[in-house]
Structures are given as structure tokens and as C-alpha cells.
């Protein structure tokens, strides 16, 4: 079943068996819609992905590893436990400057084999594995 709302990440009730794609705000960018995240909405959103992959929850996370020499706080934390992939991607062409340096990665708290091959058939990026 699929529902959707518009409310904070806490707000919502996360059972074990739950899939969580998190594409959140990229608090290391000038995004727009970082207007109302603070660097502390990172570390509050990294408890609370503990609290899911704690109660049984797959928890796929994308982001900025590194934008412009900044680091994600969200990402830093996650890259204790979680699988790192990177993934190949140029901002240049859309970006409003045009000459940033972007480490864009998929940040797994299972191992992709662990979902079989036709989950891996529609993760939404071609995953570049260490
Ligand atoms: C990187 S964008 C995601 C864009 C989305 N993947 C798309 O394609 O439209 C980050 C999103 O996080 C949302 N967001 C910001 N603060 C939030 C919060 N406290 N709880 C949940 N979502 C939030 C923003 O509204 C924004 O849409």
C-alpha cells in the first residue's frame, strides 16, 4: 500500500519491514529547499534512521558526500556503519556556477545482494561498487 503525506521525517511510523529511500535536504549544498534544515536537522535525521534500521527497517540514503570542499554531517555519521557507493554524475551541467566539485553517493544500511537481483533492477542509480 502506498499513502502519501507531507509532514517531518519523525512523524512517521516506521515498521520493520519498511523500505526507506532518504534523498533529504543536501545540507552541505546551497540548495533552496535547505531554507529550513540546519546542520542539526543532520544529526536529528541520523538518529532516526538508527532508530528504524534498529527496529528491523532497509534504509537507502543519497546525498553529497562532499560539495565544493564541505562535507554532509548526515552522510559523515552515516559512513560509520553504512555501505558506500559512489556514484558517477556531473552537476556542472546544471549547476549555476558550473565548476563545483561534487561527490554524489547512495549510502546502503544492508548490502545490495541482500535484496535480490530484481530489487538491484530498480534502485535508482547505476551503482559504482568499490
Ligand atoms: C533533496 S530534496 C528531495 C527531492 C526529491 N527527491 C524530488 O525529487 O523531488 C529534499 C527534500 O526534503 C524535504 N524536507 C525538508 N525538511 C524536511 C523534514 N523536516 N522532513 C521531511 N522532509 C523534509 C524538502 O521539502 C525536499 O523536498
Not at 548526515?74 to 559512489?86: I, Y
Request: with cysteine.
Amino acid at each position: 500500500m502506498i499513502s502519501w503525506v507531507s509532514s517531518d521525517f519523525e512523524k512517521l511510523a516506521i515498521q520493520p519491514n519498511d523500505f526507506l529511500f532518504l534523498d533529504p535536504p543536501y545540507s552541505n549544498t546551497e540548495a533552496g529547499y535547505n531554507a529550513y534544515w540546519q546542520r542539526d536537522d543532520d544529526v536529528r535525521l541520523y538518529t532516526w534512521i538508527q532508530k528504524a534500521t534498529n527496529k528491523g527497517a532497509k534504509v537507502c540514503v543519497c546525498g553529497s558526500l562532499v560539495h565544493n570542499g564541505v562535507s554532509c554531517r548526515l552522510l559523515d555519521l552515516l559512513a560509520k556503519d553504512f555501505n558506500l557507493h559512489a556514484i558517477q554524475c556531473d552537476y556542472n551541467k546544471v549547476s549555476r556556477v558550473g565548476d563545483k566539485q561534487t561527490q554524489e553517493v547512495v549510502m546502503l544500511s544492508y548490502k545490495v545482494s541482500e535484496l535480490g537481483t530484481e530489487a538491484v533492477k530498480v534502485m535508482p542509480y547505476n551503482l559504482v561498487t568499490a
